[in-house]
């Protein structure tokens, strides 16, 4: 039992070591190759769809399909973000033939998978966080950024279009290559959104809090767009300082620049080895949490193995004969045995040659009976049922010799009549 236990206990060391080392993996895929370790599922990501399964290949994800419209794929993550200041990196690539329609979403929601779901930017209802769209607006291509606090019910709402915060054109669609966004919150910059590396919108006014869920929803009209996804990375970023107060005294900005930027290098490092500390804990916690959650459910299934077998164990135990049957049938097979021995000993001492002898002359009288009575009385049967031909005969001549004394009586009296002239 020490042995298993002191097993257990560096099994779970080993497993923690491994987490730490590679921080925010579960929210991460397409930064490695192949995108997944199997073809069914990225770990720690959920698949929805809507007229089709999204489908998964060793370096992309198709959340639509370039054939048949009115579809939908989606992926979330299924751990929320607890990093206050982060780093979203996002590649995709859409394709369509001419007039090809579709937007795509890549969402910061509040329990997005129940909330959102596969739903578009026009069809999410009411829902919390930021939503950045790539879509198709007047015949323009643009990148859309939107915010809700779950007061304004987007299904409902008569301009979803005016509710984006910030906007920028950018040609997305058959550029035959991946197109990266780039997601920056912090919570002295705000929100900052670039595409291909060219700035698209900020703002500094909003700072969005953890606990949120990752995700991308792909939508396509017909004729569609196909989105296919690379990459979605996660990662730690060092918050912006916010500006320093200015002053009237024209020496202060005359300092040497050395006796400046040493104490701001040494912040910006503090920050930022804080930063990282901060977000490798919060990630092995996250994974601590995954590792628990994994063991629970890996105790459940013991739990439901073991029931499962004491259950069958019990219904063949019950399927068992009883003591009184097996009694019974003992004594049953008993008395069997008790006749066939006497029927042994019977057969053994007694002579049958007397009941043998008996039923030869059965036989025989049997035999006889058969070959000697059988004619005589078939014949007398054949005899009694064969019709009679004198009979016949004699009727027949009887019925002539009746017509002919009718005939002549007819002829006597036709000519004894007296005649009718006119």
């Given at each position: 039992?020490?042995?298993?236990?002191?097993?257990?206990?560096?099994?779970?060391?080993?497993?923690?070591?491994?987490?730490?080392?590679?921080?925010?993996?579960?929210?991460?895929?397409?930064?490695?190759t192949p995108l997944s370790p199997n073809s069914f599922a990225i770990p720690g990501w959920s698949m929805l769809g809507e007229g089709h399964v999204p489908q998964l290949?060793?370096?992309?994800?198709?959340?639509?399909?370039?054939?048949?419209?009115?579809?939908?794929?989606?992926?979330?993550?299924?751990?929320?973000?607890?990093?206050?200041?982060?780093?979203?990196?996002?590649?995709?690539?859409?394709?369509?033939?001419?007039?090809?329609?579709?937007?795509?979403?890549?969402?910061?929601?509040?329990?997005g998978e129940k909330q959102v779901g596969t739903s578009t930017i026009y069809t999410a209802g009411i829902w919390e966080g930021l939503a950045i769209v790539i879509d198709t607006v007047s015949g323009t291509q643009k990148v859309r950024g939107f915010l809700n606090?779950?007061?304004?019910?987007?299904?409902?709402?008569?301009?979803?279009?005016?509710?984006?915060?910030?906007?920028c054109d950018h040609a997305y669609?058959?550029?035959?290559?991946?197109?990266?966004?780039?997601?920056?919150?912090?919570?002295?910059g705000g929100i900052d959104v670039r595409i291909d590396g060219r700035h698209c919108f900020n703002t500094n006014k909003v700072v969005l809090p953890t606990g949120y869920d990752f995700g991308m929803v792909a939508s396509s009209f017909?004729?569609?767009?196909?989105?296919?996804?690379?990459?979605?990375?996660?990662?730690?970023?060092?918050?912006?300082?916010?500006?320093?107060?200015s002053t009237p005294d024209h020496h202060q900005h005359e300092q040497p620049v050395e006796d400046q930027q040493q104490p701001q290098s040494g912040s910006d490092s503090q920050s930022s080895s804080s930063a990282f500390s901060d977000a490798q804990m919060i990630d092995m916690h996250n994974r601590l949490n995954q590792?628990?959650?994994?063991?629970?459910?890996?105790f459940l299934e013991l739990q439901r193995q073991t029931a499962a077998a004491e259950q069958r164990h019990n219904d063949l135990v019950s399927k068992l004969p009883n003591g009184g049957l097996i009694s019974s049938l003992d004594s049953r097979v008993s008395n069997l045995d008790r006749m066939i021995g006497n029927l042994e000993r019977e057969l053994k001492s007694s002579d049958h040659n007397t009941q043998f002898r008996k039923l030869s002359e059965q036989l025989t009288q049997?035999?006889?009976?058969?070959?000697?009575?059988?004619?005589?009385?078939?014949?007398?049967?054949?005899?009694?049922?064969?019709?009679?031909?004198?009979?016949?005969l004699y009727s027949f001549m009887a019925f002539q010799t009746c017509c002919v004394g009718v005939f002549a009586w007819f002829k006597w009296r036709k000519s004894t009549m007296p005649k009718k002239y006119l």
């Open positions: 039992m020490v042995l298993y236990l002191r097993t257990i206990c560096l099994t779970l060391a080993w497993a923690i070591t491994a987490f730490a080392e590679d921080p925010l993996e579960q929210f991460s895929f397409g930064h490695q290949l060793s370096d992309k994800v198709i959340l639509t399909p370039p054939y048949g419209g009115n579809k939908r794929g989606a992926l979330w993550s299924e751990n929320a973000n607890l990093l206050q200041d982060w780093m979203v990196q996002f590649k995709f690539r859409a394709g369509a033939p001419d007039r090809g329609g579709g937007n795509l979403q890549l969402w910061y929601a509040a329990n606090d779950g007061s304004v019910d987007y299904k409902s709402h008569a301009n979803v279009d005016g509710l984006a915060f910030g906007h669609r058959n550029l035959g290559r991946p197109s990266l966004i780039t997601i920056k919150s912090t919570r002295n017909d004729p569609p767009d196909s989105f296919e996804v690379f990459q979605f990375s996660l990662a730690p970023t060092t918050p912006t300082p916010p500006p320093p107060p590792l628990s959650k994994s063991i629970q459910n890996l049997t035999h006889q009976g058969v070959t000697e009575h059988v004619p005589e009385r078939l014949r007398e049967y054949v005899q009694a049922h064969t019709p009679r031909i004198g009979f016949i």
